[in-house]
């Protein structure tokens, strides 16, 4: 036997010498909840360890995410009243743009993401302006675009709407310049499938919507080459980032988008995907943090260049202990 794969495995140094994948701190993004409200800081029930929490008590978390290594946070808002346009959502103090405005004054050196939807802020739950039980997409347009130039006026580095409105990128590019944001850069959901791995989150944001689905904007999950679509679509109409959501059972898209884009690619393992490992672990029926550290390296293995994740913290650590990375 001339060749022998198991030489390359012989002892960690070896091993760690070979590492195809390299994933860093830098590439982490921490999805946190704001809620309105004072003193708050409320587990989420389904998402043990992930908290609501009040803009009073923001700095907790943003030192907790310092302290481990993480700069980029992804904010999403819950505001305590909500309507059929979901004003709240472009208000000026809304409840994202007053939890920009808290971090950024006391937290220059974090990088603020902020995801740009209306079902946190509609009445019915839904991503966009109802037209009987449609959303309609052209009206939307207007209000994501709204709400995307409010959170960069509160001092948003990013904003990355995940409605899947059509010409939504193209739309809030547009009103963003105008603005003299066009620094500001789009971080786009582009593929993102109308999956049930989002359930805990719309406990998380009681954003579930009041009837029906979000299959007429979300995508089919039996469909490949329309993923790859939606990317290029984003990608023309001018998103700097683009992403796949959910992580773990669309790495197939991950794969192929990340051969065919020119522009970065995040993935997002999302809430569901948080509680079955959550929930297993606590079970005793699997080791929480290889799992952890497996499924964020196929991710990056799979191609992409960043990753949103509720371990983030958790993963900086083991980084930092060279377990992965
Ligand atoms: C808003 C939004 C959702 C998620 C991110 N942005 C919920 C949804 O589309 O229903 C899900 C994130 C997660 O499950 O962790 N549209």
Do not use: W
Request: hydrophobic share 35%; with cysteine.
């Amino acid at each position: 036997m001339i060749k022998r794969p198991r030489r390359l495995r012989r002892n960690e140094h070896i091993r760690n010498l070979v590492r195809e994948t390299r994933i860093s701190k830098s590439a982490l993004i921490y999805p946190i909840f704001i809620v309105e409200g004072e003193g708050i800081k409320e587990e989420i029930q389904s998402m043990q360890g992930q908290y609501r929490y009040s803009v009073d008590r923001l700095s907790e978390i943003c030192e907790e995410c310092l302290n481990a290594g993480v700069h980029n946070l992804l904010l999403f808002g819950i505001p305590s009243e909500k309507d059929e346009y979901g004003t709240g959502g472009y208000a000026s103090d809304g409840i994202v743009q007053k939890g920009l405005i808290e971090i950024k004054e006391k937290y220059p050196d974090l990088f603020l993401i902020t995801d740009v939807c209306m079902c946190e802020y509609t009445s019915h739950g839904h991503c966009g302006i109802l037209n009987g039980d449609y959303v309609d997409n052209d009206e939307t347009l207007e209000y994501l675009a709204r709400i995307a130039l409010s959170h960069a006026q509160a001092g948003a580095d990013m904003v990355a709407p995940s409605d899947m409105m059509d010409g939504r990128v193209a739309k809030i590019r547009a009103v963003l310049d105008e603005n003299d944001y066009s620094d500001i850069p789009i971080m786009s959901y582009s593929v993102k499938y109308a999956s049930s791995f989002y359930g805990p989150f719309r406990e998380a944001a009681g954003s579930s919507p009041a009837f029906g689905d979000r299959k007429s904007y979300q995508m089919d999950y039996h469909n490949r080459k329309e993923g790859l679509k939606e990317a290029l679509l984003d990608i023309e109409e001018g998103a700097d980032i683009i992403m796949v959501k959910p992580a773990m059972s669309y790495l197939d898209l991950v794969s192929e988008i990340s051969k065919i884009s020119n522009v970065p690619l995040a993935t997002y393992s999302v809430s569901g995907e948080y509680a079955m490992v959550k929930s297993a672990a606590n079970a005793g029926f699997i080791d929480e943090d290889s799992i952890v550290c497996e499924m964020a390296v196929s991710a990056f293995r799979a191609g992409s260049d960043m990753y949103i994740t509720y371990y983030a913290k958790e993963l900086a650590r083991f980084i930092d202990e060279g377990r992965i990375g």
